[in-house]
């Protein structure tokens, strides 16, 4: 069934491929991203930053900084201490998870470096940098806590000194007997580490904050992927009315999650507005994006497959430590990637036996969170490289143990032995599909042809089930002020075009491009007719905004319902005009319609009259055209999506190097709004997954300093080292909604990292050799090589 | 700090006249001198190409230049690029293939594409694929995979190349 072919409307929009109109903009150099803009008056914000990753705070001595040129202000985090509450990054649904309050700026001591400590306000951006250099900080060195293992010792130096440890959040998730499973099948484990990475969004984090204190109105301009949270968070710790704070999000540079996380210099610059009650602009350099945007997926994970000798599946257990930095992130906590990782283990099998534990450790360096994909690369990584061991050790090729422990297609509706509910995945099916894209038979007598020749080639699969379209069960219920709804208002403009402004954000993934097709098609307008806003709490209803691949699913189901309302407002109004009955009328092509399709009257002559012409109208029929809808998914917690990545690599074993030559995506994301940005979301994603297979690590010294913390040091995937990357569809629409949409953003990113350490694992078996660290940099191959 | 000394160069086609601190990149200068902020700054270091410009016809990285150091010549932007036409079908591509997401680094991607275009054109030569990503080795994306910014960029050298073999 195609998308086109079923879709709610007359199959106009939804499914196609159509290019985004914003797009136009940004191509033309006429974006208009956060440091872009100028507001009168303004001034611009610097931030000393501890060069330490743990010190005690002395002496603080700004007095020559304060009369620099053009410096207004010296703060510190005294000058904050009675403005701003202070916030702690837990969850009440994570049971015993702690953290130390946070303050915009420290007043007692530092715990990573990088952190800012002083914060200089200038006319200039330049002359408030001047200004750093001559402030004096009396730093009293403490012992840095930096390796996971060294954190979590009972007698390791503590990071909160009111706390037991270093531990933030532990939990164990069991089901069934692993023991007994265990006991009685063929073990393989694996002790898989992977490196910290980070976002780089290409626009490093931008905020201007604009306090006007003639009406107690705060704007803040930010580059941020969710308004509304930041909205709620200025007005809560600032002490300010909610609807006297607007949070405006122009277009964005990308985010990647990483922007939806409160960062200390956000409550800086907002709490520096309103004490010199001027406009104040922080844009992150890129050194300091590198030391103060979170970091992910810091995780040390060990794990044992139990597997019968039919091939079989029998039990899972896994143990994740991971190393979150200083305390955890607010709002959202630095605990979810964590339970994110042992509640996705081992997900697509048919396990009953099952457990895990997770430990959440604090250290000195950077905060971690959440970023794409939160949790799935870990997960898949763990599971598929268990999976491929034991179709190794029992002689089995990759697909066929997969096909015969997938969770079949007659157990729907599903529930993991970690408690996920599937209400349905088509995994069978995408493995099939892959096999047939990337002509696996093929692809293996090529590998055997070229090993004759001393070419290693390896080919691996990863199977990724994802989180999306989550219910209020994600945060809400935790207590965070995070919504799980959407928001959506839709008017028809006197002219009878389409106006609609929506609590989902957009940040170059489309969502205004596919909320605008599911309107159009949703109204039965022209798409062009249809012009949608985001991004600004002043002109947008409240909502969620955009992460967890929240946006078609649960935006889209919103502006579909929105557009259904609206419609019936137009039917009932020319209904009344045409006195016909609403139910015999129709919209197509900017028209009332009858319902074989014959124009009555246009959309424009709909509404010049609700407008100008009232007194035409019945009186008990109202003028409105303007609908407001919400909408909060009530079925399944959450929409899974499914699929397989396939990876082709050469491996060259006298350097090292790994060249990528291939990527396979078959993926199932429900109904497919427009294939032609899941595609591009999909293929970004992969290279974002890549990167952290093969280049990008946040490398730290003992001392916790940051030792590649600039774009010449850090490595991002480069077009010359990406290959092509081949994308197949499975469309298996949930029924929770009418639109039937999941989410799409993150399937790249889950299972391009565990594809491609399958792949080189499997170049490497020849040789002896097997990899279980990520990034697989050159150097590691070569260790795992016996090289040097 | 030094005295802000004077400068006049021709941006975008018109003469511009302005005292700059020597220590101004050309990047701060064209964003907030002159508020062309079509150029972008992604890492102030020379790394991610975001911040590319044409100065006399050349691309360099705007943010590795000083303002001072173009006195007498010529700088376009993506903005004076694309109020001329030059970039149009380049742009046209780039739109229908969606070779770009959040856009942040696509204007310094058209003037290198540009730039890399003109000579691949007037040697008659349609590039290959890894000719294209090897032009890109100086600009980072984030958000697309690169695939589609190489598509766009090779089916505008392919229908550049038909449209002169037919004149």
Same mark, same amino acid.
């Given at each position: 069934?195609?998308?086109?072919?079923?879709?709610?409307?007359?199959?106009?929009?939804?499914g196609?491929?159509?290019?985004?109109?914003?797009?136009?903009?940004?191509?033309a150099?006429?974006?208009?991203?956060?440091?872009?803009v100028?507001?009168?008056?303004?001034?611009?914000?610097?931030?000393?930053?501890?060069?330490?990753?743990h010190?005690?705070?002395?002496a603080?001595?700004?007095?020559?900084?304060?009369?620099?040129?053009?410096?207004?202000?010296?703060l510190?985090?005294?000058?904050?201490?009675?403005l701003?509450?202070?916030?702690?990054?837990?969850?009440?649904?994570?049971?015993?998870?702690?953290?130390?309050?946070?303050?915009?700026?420290?007043t007692?001591?530092?715990?990573?470096?990088?952190?800012p400590?002083?914060?200089?306000?200038?006319?200039?951006?330049?002359?408030?940098e001047? #200004?750093?250099? !001559?402030?004096?900080?009396?730093? /009293?060195?403490?012992?840095?806590? %930096? *390796? $996971?293992?060294?954190? +979590?010792?009972?007698?390791?130096?503590?990071?909160?000194?009111?706390?037991?440890?270093?531990?933030?959040?532990?939990?164990?998730?069991? #089901?069934g007997? !692993?023991?007994?499973?265990?006991? /009685?099948?063929?073990?393989?484990? %694996? *002790? $898989?580490?992977?490196? +910290?990475?980070?976002?780089?969004?290409?626009?490093?984090?931008?905020?201007?904050?604009?306090?006007?204190?003639?009406?107690?109105?705060?704007?803040?301009?930010?580059?941020?992927?969710?308004?509304?949270?930041?909205?709620?968070?200025?007005a809560?710790?600032?002490?300010?009315?909610e609807?006297r704070?607007?949070?405006?999000?122009?277009?964005?540079?990308?985010?990647?999650?990483?922007?939806?996380?409160?960062?200390?210099?956000?409550?800086?610059?907002?709490?520096?507005?309103?004490?010199?009650?001027?406009?104040?602009?922080?844009?992150?350099?890129?050194?300091?994006?590198?030391?103060?945007?979170?970091?992910?997926?810091?995780?040390?994970?060990?794990?044992?497959?139990?597997?019968?000798?039919?091939?079989i599946?029998r039990?899972?257990?896994?143990?994740?430590?991971?190393?979150?930095?200083?305390?955890?992130?607010?709002?959202?906590?630095?605990?979810?990637?964590?339970?994110?990782?042992?509640?996705?283990?081992?997900?697509?099998?048919?396990?009953?036996?099952?457990?895990?534990?997770?430990?959440?450790?604090?250290q000195?360096?950077?905060?971690?969170?959440?970023?794409?994909?939160?949790?799935?690369?870990?997960?898949?990584?763990?599971?598929?490289?268990?999976?491929?061991?034991?179709?190794?050790?029992?002689?089995?090729?990759?697909?066929?143990?997969?096909?015969?422990?997938?969770?079949?297609d007659?157990?729907?509706?599903?529930?993991?032995?970690?408690?996920?509910?599937?209400?349905?995945?088509?995994?069978?099916?995408?493995?099939?599909?892959?096999?047939?894209?990337?002509?696996?038979?093929?692809?293996?007598?090529?590998?055997?042809?070229?090993?004759?020749?001393?070419?290693?080639?390896?080919?691996?699969?990863a199977?990724?089930?994802?989180?999306?379209?989550?219910?209020?069960?994600?945060?809400?219920?935790?207590?965070?002020?995070?919504?799980?709804?959407?928001?959506?208002?839709?008017?028809?403009?006197?002219?009878?075009?389409?106006?609609?402004?929506?609590?989902?954000?957009?940040?170059?993934?489309?969502?205004?491009?596919?909320?605008?097709?599911?309107?159009?098609?949703?109204l039965?307008?022209?798409?062009?007719?249809?012009?949608?806003?985001?991004?600004?709490t002043?002109?947008?209803?409240?909502?969620?905004?955009?992460?967890?691949?929240?946006?078609?699913?649960?935006?889209?189901?919103?502006?579909?319902?929105?557009?259904?309302?609206?419609?019936?407002?137009?039917?009932?109004?020319?209904?009344?005009?045409?006195?016909?009955?609403?139910g015999?009328?129709d919209?197509?092509?900017?028209?009332?319609?009858?319902?074989?399709?014959?124009?009555?009257?246009?959309?424009?002559?709909?509404?010049?009259?609700?407008?100008?012409?009232?007194?035409?109208?019945p009186?008990?029929?109202?003028?409105?055209?303007?609908?407001?809808?919400?909408?909060a998914?009530?079925?399944?917690?959450?929409?899974?999506?499914?699929?397989?990545?396939?990876?082709?690599?050469?491996?060259?074993v006298e350097?090292?190097?790994?060249?990528?030559?291939?990527?396979?995506?078959?993926?199932?994301c429900?109904?497919?709004?427009?294939?032609?940005?899941?595609?591009?979301?999909?293929?970004?994603?992969?290279?974002?997954?890549?990167?952290?297979?093969?280049?990008?690590?946040?490398?730290?010294?003992?001392?916790?300093?940051?030792?590649?913390?600039?774009?010449?040091?850090?490595?991002?995937?480069?077009?010359?080292?990406?290959?092509?990357?081949?994308?197949?569809?499975?469309e298996?629409?949930?029924?929770?909604?009418?639109?039937?949409?999941?989410?799409?953003?993150?399937?790249?990113?889950?299972?391009?990292?565990?594809?491609?350490?399958?792949?080189?694992?499997?170049?490497?078996?020849?040789?002896?050799?097997?990899?279980?660290?990520?990034?697989?940099?050159?150097?590691?191959?070569?260790?795992?090589?016996?090289?040097? | 700090?030094?005295?802000?000394q004077p400068?006049?160069?021709?941006?975008?086609?018109?003469?511009?006249?302005?005292?700059?601190?020597?220590?101004?990149?050309l990047?701060?200068?064209?964003r907030?001198?002159?508020?062309?902020?079509?150029?972008?700054?992604?890492?102030?270091?020379?790394?991610?190409?975001?911040?590319?410009?044409?100065?006399?016809?050349?691309?360099?990285?705007?943010?590795?230049?000083?303002?001072?150091?173009?006195?007498?010549?010529?700088?376009?932007?993506?903005?004076?690029?694309?109020?001329?036409?030059?970039?149009?079908?380049?742009?046209?591509a780039f739109?229908?293939?969606?070779?770009?997401?959040?856009?942040?680094?696509?204007?310094?991607?058209?003037?290198?594409?540009?730039?890399?275009?003109?000579?691949?054109?007037?040697?008659?030569?349609?590039?290959?694929?890894?000719?294209?990503?090897?032009?890109l080795?100086?600009?980072?994306?984030?958000?697309?995979?690169?695939?589609?910014?190489?598509?766009?960029?090779?089916?505008?050298?392919?229908?550049?190349?038909?449209?002169?073999?037919?004149?």
């Amino acid at each position: 069934m195609s998308a086109v072919a079923d879709s709610p409307g007359a199959g106009r929009y939804i499914g196609r491929g159509l290019p985004r109109p914003g797009a136009k903009r940004l191509l033309a150099g006429r974006g208009r991203y956060t440091d872009d803009v100028v507001l009168p008056r303004m001034l611009h914000a610097a931030f000393l930053r501890s060069p330490y990753a743990h010190a005690r705070l002395g002496a603080i001595d700004v007095s020559a900084a304060a009369v620099m040129p053009g410096v207004h202000r010296v703060l510190t985090g005294a000058d904050f201490a009675l403005l701003c509450t202070p916030w702690v990054g837990t969850l009440s649904h994570f049971k015993g998870l702690r953290s130390a309050p946070q303050r915009p700026l420290p007043t007692d001591k530092v715990v990573w470096a990088g952190q800012p400590v002083v914060m200089v306000i200038a006319e200039t951006r330049a002359e408030a940098e001047d #200004a750093l250099e !001559v402030i004096e900080i009396d730093f /009293e060195e403490r012992e840095p806590i %930096v *390796d $996971l293992d060294a954190a +979590r010792a009972p007698d390791a130096p503590r990071i909160d000194a009111d706390a037991p440890d270093n531990v933030l959040f532990r939990t164990r998730i069991e #089901a069934g007997s !692993v023991a007994d499973a265990f006991a /009685e099948a063929e073990i393989v484990s %694996v *002790d $898989l580490r992977f490196g +910290r990475h980070t976002a780089v969004t290409m626009e490093p984090r931008a905020v201007l904050a604009d306090f006007d204190p003639s009406e107690q109105r705060l704007t803040v301009h930010q580059s941020t992927q969710t308004p509304y949270q930041f909205q709620d968070l200025y007005a809560r710790h600032f002490g300010l009315s909610e609807a006297r704070v607007r949070v405006i999000a122009p277009d964005v540079g990308g985010s990647f999650g990483m922007k939806l996380h409160l960062y200390h210099e956000d409550m800086a610059v907002v709490g520096a507005s309103l004490l010199l009650k001027r406009p104040v602009k922080f844009t992150a350099d890129r050194m300091e994006a590198f030391a103060s945007d979170i970091h992910a997926r810091d995780h040390r994970v060990r794990a044992r497959l139990a597997v019968g000798p039919d091939g079989i599946l029998r039990a899972i257990e896994v143990d994740d430590v991971t190393g979150v930095g200083p305390f955890s992130a607010y709002p959202r906590t630095s605990a979810v990637e964590g339970n994110q990782v042992v509640r996705l283990i081992g997900a697509p099998y048919r396990l009953t036996e099952y457990r895990a534990d997770l430990t959440v450790v604090a250290q000195n360096k950077v905060q971690m969170s959440q970023y794409r994909a939160v949790g799935h690369p870990i997960a898949c990584a763990v599971t598929e490289r268990l999976v491929d061991l034991a179709a190794d050790r029992l002689g089995l090729d990759p697909f066929e143990i997969r096909r015969r422990n997938y969770v079949t297609d007659d157990m729907y509706p599903h529930t993991t032995p970690s408690g996920y509910r599937f209400e349905k995945l088509s995994l069978a099916t995408c493995l099939e599909k892959l096999h047939d894209l990337m002509d696996y038979p093929g692809l293996r007598a090529e590998q055997a042809a070229l090993r004759e020749r001393g070419i290693h080639r390896g080919i691996g699969i990863a199977t990724y089930v994802e989180i999306t379209n989550p219910t209020p069960a994600f945060y809400g219920v935790g207590g965070a002020h995070i919504s799980a709804q959407d928001g959506c208002v839709l008017k028809l403009t006197p002219a009878g075009e389409v106006s609609c402004a929506i609590s989902i954000t957009e940040q170059g993934q489309g969502s205004e491009a596919i909320i605008g097709q599911i309107v159009a098609e949703g109204l039965g307008v022209d798409r062009d007719h249809v012009r949608v806003l985001t991004g600004d709490t002043e002109t947008t209803p409240s909502g969620g905004a955009t992460w967890a691949c929240r946006g078609a699913g649960i935006g889209g189901e919103t502006a579909l319902q929105a557009s259904r309302k609206l419609k019936g407002r137009i039917l009932e109004i020319a209904a009344a005009i045409l006195q016909a009955e609403p139910g015999t009328l129709d919209i197509r092509d900017d028209a009332v319609t009858d319902a074989d399709g014959t124009p009555r009257m246009t959309l424009r002559e709909v509404a010049n009259l609700a407008y100008y012409r009232s007194d035409l109208l019945p009186p008990d029929v109202s003028p409105a055209l303007t609908v407001a809808h919400h909408f909060a998914p009530r079925g399944y917690p959450f929409a899974f999506t499914n699929g397989i990545h396939g990876s082709l690599v050469e491996v060259d074993v006298e350097t090292g190097f790994v060249t990528i030559l291939k990527h396979w995506v078959v993926e199932d994301c429900g109904r497919v709004i427009n294939p032609l940005l899941v595609d591009e979301q999909i293929r970004g994603g992969v290279v974002q997954g890549l990167g952290a297979a093969f280049y990008e690590e946040c490398r730290y010294s003992e001392t916790g300093q940051l030792l590649n913390g600039s774009m010449g040091d850090y490595l991002v995937p480069m077009a010359c080292e990406m290959p092509d990357i081949v994308i197949a569809h499975v469309e298996t629409p949930t029924l929770d909604t009418e639109l039937g949409a999941k989410g799409c953003g993150e399937a790249g990113t889950a299972a391009s990292s565990g594809a491609a350490l399958n792949a080189v694992n499997d170049a490497l078996r020849p040789l002896g050799a097997g990899i279980s660290q990520l990034p697989m940099t050159p150097e590691r191959i070569l260790r795992a090589l016996d090289v040097i | 700090m030094i005295a802000p000394q004077p400068l006049a160069v021709t941006v975008n086609g018109s003469p511009v006249r302005r005292f700059v601190e020597p220590r101004l990149s050309l990047a701060d200068f064209l964003r907030g001198d002159l508020g062309l902020t079509g150029t972008h700054l992604g890492c102030e270091s020379g790394a991610c190409g975001a911040c590319i410009v044409n100065l006399d016809g050349q691309p360099v990285h705007a943010c590795l230049m000083l303002a001072v150091q173009v006195d007498g010549m010529r700088v376009d932007t993506i903005e004076g690029l694309s109020d001329a036409g030059v970039l149009a079908d380049l742009q046209a591509a780039f739109h229908a293939r969606n070779a770009l997401q959040c856009g942040f680094c696509s204007p310094g991607i058209l003037v290198v594409a540009h730039d890399c275009l003109a000579s691949w054109d007037a040697s008659g030569t349609v590039p290959s694929r890894e000719a294209i990503r090897d032009a890109l080795s100086g600009n980072y994306c984030r958000c697309t995979g690169y695939e589609a910014i190489v598509d766009a960029i090779e089916s505008t050298a392919r229908a550049r190349r038909n449209r002169g073999v037919a004149a």
